[in-house]
């Protein structure tokens, strides 16, 4: 195997294939309601980050029941990772949190995934989270470590407290699974060789590795259509993969090397090809180059 992939991880540690049940909540963030900005961060969209929602307006037992049925009927599922993916998740009450939580376990659940923003996991929620009895996954969008990035995509905080949250994160025995955009415009092959050093320092266990996409009516998408942005080509970013994936600590899960947002929500995305031509082409790459996920991890 060349890189860690999730699906791997999720047999060898659930025993089968585990499938996630993405569920959608009304909400915001405190870089859209005003408290640390407002508009949000310039690639996202009116309806938050996440794509893979279904049943959005259904309260949560109807969008589970649903779900489950459609999974279960596809593949004949018997376990799952619930994910509250849309906006962030973390940013409401502790109370409100654990009670979202409750609302979706059973014993068919394996682990349980909150979309996450540094800004919103206050001590308390993590000591909390931390002594809930099952696995509780933060789902952090970092995109980059690069304070002019993130200003440039508005973010609403800078890398600081990132490395915090993740300091933080740790102490209590949390798992964090971190996004970034290797190809965000602007960015640059040290970028990416930055990213994987702090995820390797922080010993994050999981990444999600998105290819930039941008949402129809995102405030990046105006950018796009004005020929503003700096777009680098699929070549490039297989490159810049290549390099994640050789200097990546060997145990790190690498949950996703593309973006995977439908054709109708987006301007752009995966320079027209599928997110599953491109991972192909690129497994076949590694295979190829013989690369391997760790070949060059320095502690
Ligand atoms: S933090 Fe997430 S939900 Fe908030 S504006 Fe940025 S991408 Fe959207």
């Known amino acids: 195997m060349h890189y860690r992939k999730f699906s791997t991880y999720l047999r060898q540690t659930y025993g089968e294939k585990v499938y996630k049940i993405p569920i959608s909540l009304d909400g915001t963030c405190p870089n859209r309601d005003g408290t640390v900005g407002v508009g949000g961060c310039t690639i996202c ?53 654990v009670d979202l939580i409750t609302q979706v376990d059973g014993e068919d659940v394996v682990e349980i995934a909150l979309s996450a923003r540094p800004d919103t996991l206050s001590d308390e929620l993590l000591a909390t989270l931390a002594a809930y009895p099952k696995k509780i996954v933060l789902e952090m969008g970092v995109q980059l470590f690069n304070d002019k990035l993130l200003t440039e995509i508005n973010r609403g905080h800078d890398v600081a407290p990132v490395l915090d949250a993740f300091e933080r994160i740790n102490h209590y025995g949390l798992t964090t699974c971190v996004h970034l955009i290797l190809n965000l415009p602007g960015a640059t092959m040290d970028d990416t060789l930055q990213a994987v050093a702090i995820l390797n320092r922080y010993g994050i266990e999981r990444v999600k590795l998105h290819s930039l996409y941008i949402p129809k009516g995102s405030a990046i998408a105006q950018q796009y259509l004005a020929g503003e942005l700096e777009m680098i080509g699929p070549m490039d970013y297989y490159d810049r993969l290549e390099e994640f994936i050789k200097r990546a600590h060997p145990d790190m899960i690498i949950e996703r090397l593309f973006a995977r947002a439908p054709e109708t929500d987006s301007l752009f995305c995966n320079w027209d090809r599928s997110w599953r031509f491109l991972q192909n082409e690129f497994e ?12 060059m991890y320095q502690a």
């Open 45 to 97: 969209s009116e309806g938050g980050i996440g794509f893979e929602l279904h049943h959005a307006a259904k309260p949560i037992a109807e969008q589970l029941r649903l779900n489950k049925n459609h999974i279960l009927n596809k593949y004949r599922a018997s376990k799952y990772i619930i994910y509250f993916q849309n906006y962030t998740t973390t940013y409401r009450d502790t109370v409100e949190i």
């Open 284 to 295: 076949r790459r590694l295979e190829d180059k013989q690369i391997y996920q760790g070949e």
